[in-house]
T-cell receptor, first 110, second 115 residues
Framework: SQQGEEDPQALSIQEGENATMNCSYK?????LQWYRQNSGRGLVHLIL?????REKHSGRLRVTLDTSKKSSSLLITASRAADTASYFC??????????FGKGTMLLVSP | EAGVAQSPRYKIIEKRQSVAFWCNPI?????LYWYQQILGQGPKLLIQ????????DSQLPKDRFSAERLKGVDSTLKIQPAKLEDSAVYLC?????????????FGPGTRLTVT
């Protein structure tokens, strides 16, 4: 079974707008990672946030983690057509393997 | 540095045939993963190796799937015999360490179609 569940399943925005996608999970975790997958570059790691962190930034990406609500959000600011992709959250604890969600499909139109 | 290499990129076979996929991880990465990704879903772990030992193969359908990582470097995943539901993209990934605090680097995948 998949631990993380992304929401929404699909998101369509215009270039320059911000995109927010959410991930909810069921059991306690040590780390949460976000990945992006598009046809050009395959599956690529974006950012890792640890359970003792609340927010993390990387370029135009901002990730938050609320362990009390068992949820995380990924914000992409000033989106570009090149951000069109599927975004997955992946969770894990201890030495367990990562479990990926079903993903959010983001379409950014010029 | 060179990324994770996989071959072939595409494969079409008939059901009940066998197929093998190859993966070469990033140099020095001790941990290697095989995932199955069905269209519209996230990757599902099939097997994880630490060097040449199996760490997790709980979701590997062992009656038809097998994998090995001889010498702790490259790896092969085999399906024998294939079923229609095995149609998916098979992804190989590697990481420098073991556990969810390590970033995984993915190869381009092999798209398998079983007819």
């Amino acid at each position: 079974s998949q631990q993380g569940e992304e929401d929404p399943q699909a998101l369509s925005i215009q270039e320059g707008e911000n995109a927010t996608m959410n991930c909810s999970y069921k059991t306690s975790i040590n780390n949460l990672q976000w990945y992006r997958q598009n046809s050009g570059r395959g599956l690529v790691h974006l950012i890792l946030i640890r359970s003792n962190e609340r927010e993390k930034h990387s370029g135009r990406l901002r990730v938050t983690l609320d362990t009390s609500k068992k949820s995380s959000s990924l914000l992409i600011t000033a989106s570009r057509a090149a951000d069109t992709a599927s975004y997955f959250c992946a969770t894990g604890s201890g030495y367990s393997t990562l479990t990926f969600g079903k993903g959010t499909m983001l379409l950014v139109s010029p | 540095e060179a990324g994770v290499a996989q071959s072939p990129r595409y494969k079409i076979i008939e059901k009940r045939q066998s197929v093998a996929f190859w993966c070469n991880p990033i140099s020095g990465h001790a941990t290697l993963y095989w995932y199955q990704q069905i269209l519209g879903q996230g990757p599902k772990l099939l097997i994880q190796f630490q060097n040449n030992g199996v760490v997790d193969d709980s979701q590997l359908p062992k009656d038809r799937f097998s994998a090995e990582r001889l010498k702790g470097v490259d790896s092969t995943l085999k399906i024998q015999p294939a079923k229609l539901e095995d149609s998916a993209v098979y992804l190989c990934a590697s990481s420098s360490g073991h556990g969810p605090s390590y970033e995984q680097y993915f190869g381009p995948g092999t798209r398998l179609t079983v007819t």
